[in-house]
Every structure is written in structure tokens, then in C-alpha cells.
């Protein structure tokens, strides 16, 4: 059974310029989480989609944005990139019930971006 | 200020040596879940625990989920190189898919 897809896995980008990550789930999955992970900060929660819809969402700015196709595969967009932004940015993958109810995340090995 | 608390930050000891690294919350959380992640790769689950005072044992690893639902704690037995790694703790506060993850314990097990 195939595992979490990124690509690419390296990036480096302008400050100013925009980018975009894919992730493609295991199969059958049907929710797809995106997470940020920095030195300082650890990892924080971005976006979360189900079934082409957003349903959760976390506190970043309206530059990052997110989307998921009808085969579950997903894409996130940072617009204006900024120093900051320089992270490891993981794509988890679940089957969609929940992790409350006790499913786990299967991670994909990230995407380091740079920003300079 | 993390939701989750993790300590120690960091641990380097001896192989063969014991370790427990705790996971700490003023929140109640649905499930906890343990990662571990490896240099330049993404966190793979090591267990969930859903029920308040649940033990769950992988083999050297011994996780607890406290009673109140709003700590854990990670034990390992007779650690090995090859434990070395980033441990992150991991709380859902719902049924839904979102994670709070804590600041993570970086070990480093010596030959």
C-alpha cells in the first residue's frame, strides 16, 4: 500500500513570489491535513480537507490556502511568500473519521521550503 | 504557549538506560496520540490512546493515558540507538481531524 506522496520535497523561493505543494493521500483516504513545522514553533495545524470541502481551519493568514480534488489528492498555495515561511510544510493523511475517535495521521515525508 | 507541555525538551543517555517523557495539559482531550519523527522525514504514529487510565505497551514502550484525559506519559525500557528521534505528543480535543501537537522531546541514545 502506497504511503503519503509530497512533492516536491525541496523548494526554494523569492520572498514575494508564491508557491505550491501537492500531496497525494494512501488510497481510500479521505481526508487530508496540512501542517507546518519550524524550529520555534513545532508543528501547527493549517487546514484540514474532507471530501473536496475545508473543514477545519487554523490560524494563519489568508495567504495560505488549500484544496482538495475529487481523487482526494490536495494542494496547498502560499501567495507573497515571506521569510517566515520557511518550514517544513507536512501533508497528513487519515480516513476522514476522525482522530478524536482514535485514527492516526499517516505523514508524508514533507516539503522543506526555503525562503530567501 | 503550548497547548501540550512536553518535558524534557531534550535527554541524551546511555544505552540501556531507562526514560520516561511526559506529556502534560490544563485541556481534556478526546485521544492522544505519540510520534516519533526522524531527520528529514515526517512523524510516523507510534500508538492513540483513547480512554482515560489506558496502558498501552509496544514492545520496549509503555504509554499511559492519564485518568482526567488531559495528560501522558511515554516510558522506555532499556533504550537503544536506535530509539533515537523527535517524540511528539499529540491531542485531538474532538471527533474532528485536528491535532495540537506538543513542543516535542528530542532524544539521543548513545552506544
Known amino acids: 500500500k502506497a504511503g503519503v506522496t509530497q512533492t516536491p520535497r525541496y523548494l526554494i523561493k523569492t520572498r514575494g513570489q508564491q508557491v505550491t505543494l501537492s500531496c497525494s493521500p494512501i488510497s481510500g483516504h479521505r481526508s487530508v491535513s496540512w501542517y507546518q513545522q519550524t524550529p520555534g514553533q513545532g508543528l501547527q495545524f493549517l487546514f484540514e480537507y474532507f471530501s473536496e470541502t475545508q473543514r477545519n481551519k487554523g490560524n494563519f493568514p489568508g495567504r495560505f490556502s488549500g484544496r482538495q480534488f475529487s481523487n482526494s489528492r490536495s494542494e496547498m498555495n502560499v501567495s507573497t511568500l515571506e521569510l517566515g515561511d520557511s518550514a517544513l510544510y507536512l501533508c497528513a493523511s487519515s480516513p476522514g473519521q476522525g482522530t478524536g475517535r482514535g485514527y492516526g495521521y499517516t505523514f508524508g515525508s514533507g516539503t522543506r521550503l526555503t525562503v530567501v | 504557549t503550548q497547548l501540550l507541555e512536553q518535558s524534557p525538551q531534550f535527554l541524551s543517555i546511555q544505552e540501556g538506560e531507562n526514560l520516561t517523557v511526559y506529556c502534560n495539559s490544563s485541556s481534556v482531550f478526546s485521544s492522544l496520540q505519540w510520534y516519533r519523527q526522524e531527520p528529514g522525514e515526517g512523524p510516523v504514529l507510534l500508538v492513540t490512546?483513547?480512554?482515560?487510565?489506558e496502558v498501552k505497551k509496544l514492545k520496549r514502550l509503555t504509554f499511559q493515558f492519564g485518568d482526567a484525559r488531559k495528560d501522558s506519559s511515554l516510558h522506555i525500557t532499556a533504550a537503544q540507538p536506535g530509539d533515537t528521534g523527535l517524540y511528539l505528543c499529540a491531542g485531538a480535543r474532538n471527533a474532528g481531524n485536528m491535532l495540537t501537537f506538543g513542543g516535542g522531546t528530542r532524544l539521543m541514545v548513545k552506544p
Open positions: 490512546v483513547v480512554t482515560g487510565g
